[in-house]
């Protein structure tokens, strides 16, 4: 509680609404008195926080979605500068993958200026079966959920499990051919994977054992943008 009365019982009123709530499971959840949970409720209707369904019952309103939206990625704005420093202490493409379903994304990323390079441009969707990144995002996932998805991936269960042990992946010609990758874990306050930090670039650079060569400056740009 942040001591500020009427802010916090308006969170307990917000909170209590995430899956629809009447005004008598309102007063269940929260202890408030029924008076004071029906006036906050409806100004937070007013203010478009609540919306009620036909049955009389509060949801959440499209003004937190509103909020929620403008709201800057944390990750996103940390995640550039450190790329740029990434990509230039490897002399490699840096990139940041997020999961999505049984896919990853690439929201953020570093090319190199000229050379040979592995252009993922941001917004890049690529499949959770191959690339360093991808056992990233999996190795740490419990197994009922990795298990479903290993038959479609070119690496086992045996490689995430040395994933987890040493704290970084590294794939060559696994997600395309000629191209090799390193990626590390990015985690939030609570130490949950939440993305994966890599670089990638030929093989002819990075030879077959491109871990040796890159996996601490991976690890340590993914530790930069950890607990954000």
């Not at 999505?100 to 570093?110: F, I, L």
Request: hydrophobic share 45%; glycine share 8%.
């Amino acid at each position: 509680m942040s001591g500020v009365g009427v802010l916090d019982k308006a969170v307990l009123i917000l909170t209590a609404c995430v899956d629809g709530a009447s005004l008598a499971e309102l007063v269940e959840h929260t202890g408030l008195p029924r008076a004071t949970a029906h006036r906050l409720a409806q100004a937070l209707e007013a203010h478009r926080m609540l919306v009620r369904d036909p049955r009389g019952r509060w949801h959440p309103g499209p003004r937190l979605g509103e909020l929620s939206n403008a709201t800057p990625d944390v990750l996103l704005t940390a995640a550039e500068p450190v790329l740029a420093v990434l990509r230039d202490q490897t002399g490699e493409s840096a990139q940041l993958y997020r999961r999505r379903a049984d896919e990853r994304v690439c929201v953020a990323a570093s090319e190199r200026s000229s050379g040979l390079r592995d252009t993922v441009p941001i917004g890049s969707v690529l499949p959770m079966s191959a690339g360093s990144a991808a056992q990233i995002l999996l190795a740490w996932e419990p197994a009922e959920a990795v298990l479903p998805l290993l038959p479609r991936c070119k690496f086992t269960g045996r490689t995430l499990a040395e994933v987890r042990r040493r704290g970084w992946a590294q794939s060559v010609a696994e997600r395309e051919a000629g191209v090799a990758s390193v990626s590390a874990p990015v985690r939030d306050r609570t130490g949950r994977v939440i993305a994966a930090i890599s670089v990638s670039g030929p093989i002819e650079r990075f030879g077959r054992r491109p871990g040796e060569r890159h996996a601490m400056a991976v690890i340590r740009a993914g530790q930069r943008l950890s607990g954000l």
